[in-house]
């Protein structure tokens, strides 16, 4: 086990400052976090990478942050990396409560704001939104939408897609 450890501190450089890495220290951390990292991610949820909603691009932009400085040696590189699991698990553990409370996960998530039903525009809901007629117009053209009498409904979703519900003809 000490030569195995001997090996990982040549290897990624464990006892030295960040800025006594050398080239191969920090591409063999950077192979690491990225491994790690990973399996992190697949142990967490699938839907994470999706970026479906601010929850979970807060924890990319976290993850990227925090695994970042385990790569530069400006931060313990273990430490650091349990960090990070700290941050997966927080995310699942939220993602599972959220999962089971409304109440959390409109306090997490946010809720869908209807902007068009039957055909006319919210316009309150489309200010709250930030949602001007042009974006509502270039929404509605992605999902072969011309015109406003052709929706029943449509939502700003969580994830701040727009999903359009067209009136049957």
Known sequence: MEAV????NRL???ELEGRD?????????????????????????RRFMSGATAF???LAIMLGAV???????????????????????????????TFHSTLLGVLFKGR????????????????RSHISQNDLE????????????????ARLERSGNLSVVKNPK
């Not at 450890?5 to 990982?8: D, S, V």
């Not at 890495?21 to 967490?44: C, K, W």
């Not at 400006?74 to 995310?91: D, I, K, R, V, Y």
């Open 5 to 8: 450890q001997h090996i990982a």
């Open 12 to 14: 990624l450089g464990l």
């Open 21 to 45: 890495l050398d080239v191969g220290q920090v591409v063999a951390r950077a192979v690491v976090v990225y491994l790690m990292v990973l399996l992190f991610v697949r142990l967490g949820k």
């Open 56 to 58: 979970d691009v807060i």
């Open 67 to 97: 695994a970042s400085r385990a790569i530069t040696g400006s931060s313990p590189f273990w430490t650091t990396l349990a960090g990070t699991a700290a941050l997966m698990a927080m995310h699942w553990i939220f993602s599972w409560t």
């Open 112 to 127: 869908p704001i209807v902007i068009v039903k039957d055909g006319v525009a919210d316009e309150p809901a489309m200010r």
């Open 138 to 153: 270039a929404g509605l053209r992605e999902h072969g939408v011309i015109s406003l009498d052709a929706v029943r409904e």
